[in-house]
């Protein structure tokens, strides 16, 4: 007779991506580089962003950049127009970036002549949350052309970013958006966070967001 | 949307366990989900139903429990569950990631954010 057994599992699936996840933080953290995981919508300017960061910071820093998408390179063929190094990742179907893809993507990057890796995670404001990556930082980037909502409607997006960017501030009236309504709904969700409101089109703001992300000067500065 | 690449992992983790086992079918699979993985049931359930088709899993029970997300405090050592402030303006829950008690964002997650295979009951065979 087949017999019955119970067995006990204890097993965190969750687990195996952070533990990737701490591994790629100890590889940034001994070669000195600093990184920061990008997350919004679609649309809402975080290849935009990371081209005015770029810009800013190049002098300073020797700065890579990642950019996760589901099929195109649209958004690494822009980055590149700013000289730096860009790693297109293509998930395929997936909704979001993973520990162990960045673990793969960082050995395939000289890490000795870098500073700074900045990810722009999949256009998607749920599922990258419970796939840390092993960055320093998270953005997210909400843009007023999303409407009046993006905020509450998202909560949990904020869990682990550090930094809020609010985009297309330029917009803001157009589209009957009060930005400091989002800025202190955020607050509210996040005590801590950093709100800062930018134009990634014409780089207005774009210091205040350097300034909140502290990205000082590197040692090779 | 990540259910998919959730439930991929713990189709692997069951079929591990079970063959490390040499079960010949899983009669039964108990998972946890935390409220912070924003996981669907029903989604999961119709991932899993197509991972495990054609293996000792193909006919199991799944049953999920939902796990409450619930935070310490670092700066007042408070425990317990998050806060939810009714926003009556649009009737939404706007949460707070703060401490309910003393509003410090120094705060962990101990709970509501993992996703467990608890255990699961087998088919042996003789």
Redesign the interface.
């Known amino acids: ?16 991506n952070r533990r990737l996840a701490l591994a790629n933080l100890d590889t940034l953290n001994r070669k000195h580089i600093r990184s920061l995981d990008i997350l919004g919508s679609i649309g809402s300017g975080k290849t935009s962003i990371v081209k005015q960061c770029i810009r800013r910071l190049k002098k300073d820093y020797r700065i890579a950049a990642i950019a996760g998408d589901l099929t195109t390179t649209i958004d690494a063929d822009r980055i590149k127009e700013e000289g730096a190094p860009v790693l297109q990742i293509n998930t395929g ?4 970036l ?1 520990a162990a893809v960045i673990g793969k993507t960082l050995k395939s990057l000289n890490l000795d002549d870098l500073d700074l890796i900045l990810i722009e995670n999949v256009g ?1 404001l ?2 990258p ?3 840390p990556l092993g960055t320093h930082d998270r953005m997210v980037v909400v843009s007023v052309t999303e409407g009046p ?1 993006m905020v ?2 998202h ?2 997006i ?2 682990d970013a550090s930094v809020l960017a609010i985009n297309k501030m330029d917009l803001a009236e157009i589209m009957g958006v009060d930005m400091n309504r989002l800025k202190s ?1 955020a607050l ?6 950093k709100v800062v409101f930018t134009n990634a089109k014409t780089g207005e703001g774009i210091e205040n967001l350097i300034d909140a992300l502290n990205l000082k000067p590197p040692r090779h500065a | 949307m990540h259910e998919g690449s959730i439930a991929k992992a713990i189709a692997d983790t069951v079929l591990h366990h079970a063959g490390a086992e040499g079960a010949e079918k899983i009669l039964s699979i108990e998972i946890e989900i935390g409220e912070l993985t924003f996981l669907s049931f029903d989604q999961l359930k119709f991932w899993l139903d197509m991972e495990f088709k054609d293996t000792p899993a193909g006919e199991a029970e799944i049953k999920f429990t939902s796990v409450e997300a619930r935070l310490q405090c670092d700066a007042c050592g408070f425990s317990g569950r998050p806060s939810a402030e009714m926003d009556t303006g649009s009737h939404l829950a706007l949460p707070s990631l703060a401490c309910p008690k003393c509003g410090s964002s120094r705060i962990e997650w101990i709970q509501g954010r993992d996703a467990v295979v608890r255990k699961m009951q087998i088919l042996k065979p003789d």
Do not use: R
């Open positions: 007779m087949p017999e019955k057994k119970e067995i006990t599992v204890e097993e965190n699936v969750l687990d195996a179907g997936q909704c979001h993973d998607n749920i599922c949350g419970s796939f909502y509450v409607k909560p949990y904020f869990m709904e509210q969700i996040k005590p801590d966070i």
